[in-house]
C-alpha cells in the first residue's frame, strides 16, 4: 500500500508589531539621511542609532546585521525614485532628448542607491532564499525597472551587465587602473545600451 505524506506547509510568518515596524521605519529614514553626506563604509551602528533615536543591535535584531539594512534600504531609495520617475513632471524628462544619464545620476536618490550598491557589490552575501534569486539580484533587477522603464526578457540581462560591472570594478578596478572617468564612461555606455534595449523592447511589443 502506498503511503501518502502530507502536504508540507510553509511556517507561519512571524507577527510584526507596530513597534518593530515604527523602528525598521527609523533606521532606514536615518541610513539615508546619513548617506547624502557619507560613504557606506563610513557609516556606523552607533551613527544610525543616534540619528533614529533606536538602539544599535537593533540592526541585528530586525534586519539582520548591516548588510540586511542596507537592502532594505535601497529598497526604500528604488520606491523613492519610482515615484520620482513616475511623477506627472518628471525630474529624468525623457521626452527631452541628450543627457539622459546625467539627469538620472543628478538625482539624489540614484546617487544613494549607487553608493549602497558599490559598497553591497564587494560583500559576500548569502541568499536568503532557499530557491530563486539572491535578494540583491531582485532589488537590482527592481530598482533598473524603476529607473528606466524597463520590463521584460531585457530586465535581467541588464540587471546580469551592472551586476557584473559593479563586481569587476570593485574587484578589478585598482589593478587595472581604472579612473573614474573611466567607471563615469562605462555608467554612461550602460545607461545607452538600456535606453536602446528599452526602444527596441516596446518596438516588439504587439500594438
Known amino acids: 500500500m502506498a503511503i501518502t505524506r502530507a502536504p508540507e506547509t510553509a511556517p507561519a510568518a512571524k507577527r510584526r508589531l507596530p513597534i518593530q515596524i515604527a523602528n525598521e521605519a527609523k533606521m532606514i529614514k536615518a541610513t539615508i539621511d ?20 533606536t538602539a544599535t543591535n537593533y540592526i541585528s535584531r530586525y534586519f539582520g546585521g548591516r548588510d540586511g539594512l542596507l537592502l532594505a534600504v535601497a529598497g526604500e531609495l528604488s520606491h523613492r525614485i519610482s515615484d520620482l520617475v513616475r511623477s506627472e513632471e518628471s525630474v529624468l524628462e525623457i521626452d527631452r532628448p541628450g543627457n539622459y544619464v546625467t539627469r538620472i545620476m543628478g538625482i539624489p536618490e540614484v546617487e544613494m542607491w549607487f553608493k549602497v550598491y558599490r559598497y553591497l557589490s564587494g560583500r559576500k552575501l548569502p541568499s536568503i532564499q532557499h530557491h530563486g534569486k539572491p535578494a540583491i539580484v531582485a532589488a537590482v533587477e527592481d530598482a533598473i525597472s524603476l529607473i528606466f522603464g524597463l520590463e521584460g526578457a531585457y530586465l535581467p540581462v541588464c540587471a546580469n551587465i551592472f551586476l557584473t560591472y559593479l563586481m569587476g570594478n570593485a574587484a578589478f578596478g585598482p589593478f587595472l587602473g581604472t579612473t573614474d572617468e573611466q567607471a563615469e564612461a562605462s555608467l554612461e555606455a550602460m545607461g545607452t545600451i538600456v535606453t536602446l534595449l528599452v526602444q527596441h523592447s516596446r518596438n516588439e511589443s504587439p500594438a
Open 34 to 53: 546619513l548617506l547624502r553626506d557619507h560613504q557606506v563604509d563610513e557609516i556606523t551602528s552607533r551613527m544610525i542609532a543616534e540619528e533614529s533615536g
